[in-house]
């Protein structure tokens, strides 16, 4: 059964009943409690269709009301518009209404955070359904829906899509505020040590003026910015040295005094920036670290936050991260993860048996590049990433001899993209269009119009898809996993200390348990991780082992 819920602006809900198949099932009802009205429902354990998770379930969370599945249908509507190359089309109920209808399509509300009300769409727009009800609306785009899913060219696959998109904003929600555990005095004292004392008026801490004075007068510049890449080009060159960015790597490479100066700054400005004393009084409060995540917020299905950097904790900070008394954090991360998927994707067998025994970088290394692991991982990761000159194509060349399946799929990926078509993840997840300015750099979108001609675009998309179709169908994995996880995490422990899926961040979860129940949360990331290999590739000999530590301090785990 399905239940969809409109909630009303003085706090209650209107809610149906629907079939499976998304036809109205006897009348609608009116609710003057949101929370009341969910948790008269929940028991029967219907899946819930509302139009966005982020905006209704932090509410039902905040009333002690949990959900176990839903249909969220701005996700949805992104999703089927991306699969026929319609990305950044507005995905709002009122805009699918509207292309369902034949209306004016409104624009997207503006972000959204866990403090904003519940509506169907904005407030300050002139009813942007036009006089429709706001129930009828959501059961007409629903239904249309499941109708375009019906006309996917793979529907159960893309059925799956949507249920584990859904099932991760729910995953999202219930991170969000359940939060992770975060000793605001221990941070505060690793930035001390690291720092120096916090300065007022907002003043750099006196350890990175010490090391920008330092590297300064090491590049014979007094007045020199360290913030400035190009004044530190500049300075590097009257120096004679000649570099194409001030990137970590880069400098690694060169062998002057200024340079561990500038990578100690660069890192320490990075976490007073990112994750400082700022970052602290906006992020953690009670005891626990908050994020704002925003599923499906890069293309690939990755997710983004919403401010509080939580995709990019770095390492030293994450002594802060520390578990409850008697508790302790389950840190269990996917090694490996995307040559796995390729290998599940690709149906080679003997990359998947490569990465049966657990290190698949090590079997690589001894399959095809004579022991030597790091030239195999290099290797692998061309191939993923399309550096195919050089030295990187020599060893893309001995990896298409040992596994030309693996190869030749990503290779065709590429091809696809070069020539402006889409490719799509194995459930069925959609790359943006050609036109769209969504080229390469991890995913991320950079205009097409950087590129000087029109080969150079082409080529820079098709490493764009290249790299789209195993990252998509790792986050297809990803989603999986965690709607397992957050139903099969239900049953262990007791009433009130049950174990809570607390962080989560591309392929790397944390669950805070309580230590005795440590084995059993370890035994189910194990099975969750086999199971969502299972749902999503079917019957592949592609393992996903996760790595897996137990630790009262986030920072131990690695």
């Known amino acids: 059964m399905r239940v969809a819920v409109v909630p009303t602006g003085e706090g209650g809900a209107w809610t149906r009943e629907l079939a499976e198949d998304g036809q109205p099932l006897g009348e609608p009802r009116l609710w003057t409690d949101l929370p009341v009205a969910v948790a008269a429902y929940e028991p029967s354990g219907p899946r819930w269709v509302w139009a966005h998770t982020m905006d209704i379930y932090p509410r039902l969370l905040a009333a002690g009301v949990r959900v176990e599945r839903c249909h969220d249908v701005e996700l949805t509507e992104t999703l089927l518009m991306g699969y026929v190359g319609r990305w950044g089309s507005p995905r709002s109920v009122a805009a699918a209404w509207a292309r ?19 509506t169907l769409f904005d407030a300050e727009q002139a009813d942007p359904l036009g006089g429709a009800d706001p129930l009828e609306v959501l059961l007409a785009v629903h239904a249309d829906q499941l109708r375009r899913i019906g006309e996917t060219a793979l529907p159960g696959r893309f059925r799956l899509l949507v249920a584990a998109e859904s099932a991760g904003a729910l995953a999202a929600a219930e991170m969000g505020h359940v939060g992770l555990p975060w000793r605001a005095d221990v941070h505060s004292e690793l930035l001390t040590e690291m720092l120096g004392p916090r300065q007022a008026y907002g003043l750099p801490p006196r350890k990175l003026g010490e090391l920008s004075e330092r590297a300064a007068l090491a590049l014979g510049d007094r007045k020199l910015h360290l913030d400035s890449p190009a004044e530190v080009l500049k300075a590097f060159s009257r120096a004679g040295i000649r570099l194409s960015s001030t990137r970590s790597w880069v400098l690694k490479e060169v062998d002057h005094p200024a340079v561990p100066l500038l990578l100690e700054y660069k890192e320490l400005y990075r976490i007073y920036t990112a994750h400082g004393w700022a970052w602290l009084s906006a ?8 994020p704002e995540y925003v599923p499906g917020g890069v293309v690939s299905g990755r997710w983004a936050t919403r401010g509080g950097g939580a995709l990019q904790i770095h390492k030293r900070v994450r002594r802060a991260a520390i578990a409850d008394p008697g508790w302790v954090l389950v840190v269990a991360d996917a090694g490996q993860l995307e040559p796995r998927v390729l290998a599940a994707l690709s149906g080679d067998e003997k990359l998947a048996r490569a990465g049966a025994s657990g290190d698949l970088y090590r079997a690589l290394a001894d399959e095809a590049f004579g022991g030597d692991r790091p030239r195999a991982k290099i290797g692998m990761l061309a191939a993923l990433y399309g550096q195919t000159s050089g030295e990187a194509g020599v060893l893309v060349a001995a990896l298409r001899r040992k596994f030309p399946r693996a190869v030749d799929h990503v290779e065709k990926a590429a091809q696809i993209g070069e020539s402006g078509g889409l490719v799509r993840s194995w459930l069925g997840r959609t790359c943006p269009p050609a036109t769209s ?18 080969g150079a675009r082409n080529r820079a998309r098709g490493r764009f898809t290249r790299n789209f179709v195993v990252q998509a169908s790792a986050a297809d994995w990803a989603l999986a996993l965690l709607a397992t996880l957050r139903t099969a995490l239900t049953g262990i422990g007791v009433e009130g200390a049950r174990p809570e899926l607390v962080f989560f961040q591309h392929d790397e979860v944390i669950v805070h348990c309580r230590a005795e129940d440590a084995a059993e949360v370890t035994a189910v990331l194990e099975q969750a991780a086999e199971t969502a290999g299972r749902v999503v590739f079917g019957d592949t000999p592609a393992r996903f082992p996760l790595d897996i530590a137990a630790v009262e301090c986030y920072a131990d785990a690695k």
């Open 283 to 290: 992020w953690v409060h009670d005891g626990r670290f908050r």
């Open 100 to 118: 369902l209808t034949g209306g004016p399509v409104p624009p997207d509300k503006a972000p959204r955070s866990r403090d904003t009300q519940p």
């Open 437 to 454: 300015g969504w080229v390469e750099g991890g995913l991320d979108p950079e205009p097409v119009e950087e590129a000087s001609d029109s």
